[in-house]
């Protein structure tokens, strides 16, 4: 196949472009080679590649920075979206990326495919308007929700945690908010896997298994040799965050393994490969 991978140099787009660059031909636009929030921009660079198949891994992921940089947000998470939706129309297949963040939260059970977004706060929804614009604009298309994404390019909360690791004996990690911690390598995989089996619509992919981000952390530094560092278990009001994060978010992801035959592994498993590539390991 021939893909063009918009925001390849970011966390997600540099592991699809080693999973997918060893079999298809696949090129990569970043957002200085582009501008997503432009019509005319992302006509122009899907036009110039005459890829088969899009990939958008470019997204504002600045929850915080969201509730006051709404504008922003929207430009690139919603009429993004729009904009390549539109650039490719039906002829060119699209694979978009959204998040746990478009569901309230509030369950107390995985969320599947079917279930009806109800997102808070300004991040949320510009994620939920972007999944109803590729709807909208494209009937051939692969919408992929994940969640709790680290990888080895860019910031992340493992990173974060093994930075901080190095220079405290003791962190504050919440213990009110469960989801699914997804290495994105894997995700990047399963994409492979929908992509060369041709499938369509909504798939819900993370690594299995759900935890707490306390639970997550004391994963990490025990994988790392952080084993010394205590960690003290919060409350997400504790923070005073500036958005609304949800208390439940894990996905369900039976229609991936139903579709494809592959099932996702579990996080605790994916974790210490991520480790072990990483800088931050306790000497």
Sequence with gaps: MKILVLGHQGMLGTDLMLRLGSDHEVTGKDMGDFDITSSA????????????????????TNVDGAEKDRDKCFAVNAEGVKNVALACGDNIRIVHFSTDYVFAG????????????????????????GEKYLQEHSSNYLLIRTAWLYGRNGKNFVRTILEKARHTDTLRVVDDQTGSPTYSSDLAAAVRILLEQRHQGIFHVTNRGSCTWYAFTKKILACAGFEHVNVEPIRTSELNLSAPRPAYSVLNTRKFTDATGKIMRFWQLALPDYIEHAEYRSK
């Excluded at 590649?49 to 504002?60: D, L, R, S």
């Excluded at 369950?107 to 949320?124: F, H, I």
Aim: proline content about 9%; hydrophobic content about 40%.
């Design 41 to 60: 921009s992302c006509r122009e660079v899907i036009a110039a590649a005459q890829p088969e198949v899009v990939i958008n891994a470019a997204a504002y």
């Design 106 to 129: 509030t369950g107390e059970t995985p969320y599947r495919e079917e279930d009806l977004p109800a997102p808070n706060g300004v991040y949320a929804r510009s994620k939920a308007a």
